[in-house]
């Protein structure tokens, strides 16, 4: 399956962002799907993933970032509000069938996006 990350943009700290993630299959709907983040530097990082109905953030986006899928329309979104500085980074999305022990890994997930850059100013 290929994906498609869409919708980074740059921002003001506060501001919210709207991140797409569209498949090329309709299989999609049987996939984990998860968004990681990376910023210069620094090591791909969890942000969240809806795996079985069910939503799993890193505690660092937990209450500002929601994640929902469309299964008609092959999506994946990724709703950030009150962003931070701290949020800057290039956005990826995976998708696979990680056990849940490794939801938060990026070894978990077989396919990836080309990534979004969010920049959030203060």
């Known amino acids: 399956v290929q994906l498609q990350a869409s919708g980074g943009g740059l921002v003001q700290a506060g501001d919210s962002l709207r991140l797409s993630c569209a498949a090329s299959?309709?299989?999609?709907?049987?996939?984990?799907v998860a968004w990681f983040r990376q910023a210069p530097g620094k090591e791909r990082e969890f942000v969240g993933t809806?795996?079985?109905?069910?939503?799993y953030f890193d505690d660092s986006v937990k209450g500002r970032f929601t994640i929902s899928r469309d299964n008609a329309k092959n999506t994946v979104d990724l709703q950030m509000n009150s962003l931070e500085p701290e949020d800057t980074a290039v956005y990826y999305c995976?998708?696979?069938?990680?056990?849940?022990?490794?939801?938060?890994?990026?070894?978990?997930?077989?396919?990836w996006g080309q990534g979004t850059q969010v920049t959030v100013s203060s």
């Open positions: 809806i795996r079985m109905g069910r939503t």
């Open positions: 299959e309709g299989t999609f709907s049987s996939y984990t």
């Open positions: 995976g998708a696979g069938w990680p056990i849940l022990s490794t939801i938060r890994r990026p070894s978990g997930y077989r396919y």
